[in-house]
């Protein structure tokens, strides 16, 4: 349990587009008294600046993924961030994607991918579970290690 780790600290970066969510997010995720939140941005010049010395355990990456070509352009900076950062969780959260998508940024190196459809409240309690690696059977949320659940 997470009782006997200090403060996990979390990196929330978003696009242009989410810039205003992720007070939102920081918010959120504060309410768990596991977690100290920083924000910053998804720019590849940011890496280095304002997350890789935050030392975090988790970067929650959010993008409106709104234009052609945003979707390389995250996969991109996910990637950047991996081989910065190799032991960090990274979560992922953008709007619904098509399985192959998803596979992309999982090859890139995001341990996980939340829907930004997703309640809020139930963020926290699965940003746990995940740093912790139990599994989420929350349908909102995809780890590398468990495909989307099939309609039932």
Sequence with gaps: MLMSIEKLRVVVAADKARVDD??????????GVAFQVSLSRVKISR?????????PNIIFAMAALEHPG???????????LRKKV????????TPKLADHQ?????????????????????LTQALEK??????VFETSIIT?????????
């Design 102 to 122: 998803r596979q992309r940024f999982f090859e890139a190196g995001a341990n996980a991918w939340v829907d930004e459809e997703m309640p809020r409240e139930l």
């Design 22 to 31: 992720r007070l939102e997010v920081k918010t959120g995720i504060e309410s």
């Design 47 to 55: 890496i280095n600046k304002e997350i890789v010395p935050q030392n």
């Design 144 to 152: 590398r290690d468990r495909p989307p659940c099939s309609p039932r």
């Design 86 to 93: 190799p032991e960090t969780t990274i979560i992922i959260q």
């Design 130 to 135: 995940i740093v912790v690696g139990e599994t």
């Design 70 to 80: 945003e979707l390389n352009d995250f996969r991109g900076f996910i990637q950047k």
